[in-house]
């Protein structure tokens, strides 16, 4: 088994390594990959064992078939595909959806059809896509008072008209 890969400290010119693991069944399910050398996304593919119809309104969690090891200061972001929201209303509900850097378990899709006709997922089908970002540590300090702003507490809707 090899050990979780660590930020350390690492700029963000050079590669992260991020350990991946194919879950058992799913040889036949492409690993994610990206669709051209400038894309930030890595494509995902659906690991379903058979074909799931998915109808207007309905939702469902897709499998990928495989797991990971990111290093701490590291998170992936489960995001839609353009190409099936645009054309069938297929789009992820929990966008972005996040991986932790501790999450070891099989990395799911949760879809949902916006559609008006009913669209069916195929196994090795391009369901997402999943991009990897940078978390900051933080530290959140409880203080009596905030400083002032223009905007004050002015929230939804509050810096324009439209």
Request: overall charge negative; charged content about 20%.
């Given at each position: 088994?090899?050990?979780?890969?660590?930020?350390?400290?690492?700029?963000?010119?050079?590669?992260i390594e991020v350990f991946i693991k194919r879950l058992?069944?799913?040889?036949?399910?492409?690993?994610?990959?990206?669709?051209?050398?400038?894309?930030?996304?890595?494509?995902?593919?659906?690991?379903?064992?058979?074909?799931?119809?998915?109808?207007?309104?309905?939702?469902?969690?897709?499998?990928?078939?495989?797991?990971?090891?990111?290093?701490?200061?590291?998170?992936?972001?489960?995001?839609?595909?353009?190409?099936?929201?645009?054309?069938?209303?297929?789009?992820?509900?929990?966008?972005?959806?996040?991986?932790?850097?501790?999450?070891?378990?099989?990395?799911?899709?949760?879809?949902?059809?916006?559609?008006?006709?009913?669209?069916?997922?195929?196994?090795?089908?391009?369901?997402?896509?999943?991009?990897?970002?940078?978390?900051?540590?933080?530290?959140?300090?409880?203080?009596?008072?905030?400083?002032?702003?223009?905007?004050?507490?002015?929230?939804?809707?509050?810096?324009?008209?439209?």
């Open positions: 088994m090899r050990p979780s890969p660590d930020l350390g400290g690492i700029s963000l010119s050079e590669r058992p069944g799913n040889e036949d399910i492409a690993l994610p990959q990206k669709m051209s050398e400038l894309a930030s996304g890595f494509d995902l593919y659906a690991a379903v064992s058979e074909p799931l119809d998915l109808g207007p309104g309905e939702r469902a969690l897709i499998p990928t078939g495989f797991a990971l090891a990111m290093p701490a200061g590291l998170e992936a972001q489960i995001r839609p595909r353009s190409g099936l929201a645009f054309k069938h209303g297929i789009t992820s509900l929990n966008t972005p959806g996040t991986i932790d850097a501790d999450y070891r378990g099989e990395v799911k899709v949760l879809l949902i059809n916006h559609g008006k006709e009913t669209f069916t997922i195929n196994r090795n089908e391009r369901i997402a896509q999943m991009v990897f970002q940078t978390v900051p540590l933080i530290t959140l300090t409880e203080v009596s008072e905030l400083d002032e702003t223009e905007r004050g507490a002015g929230g939804f809707g509050h810096t324009g008209t439209k």
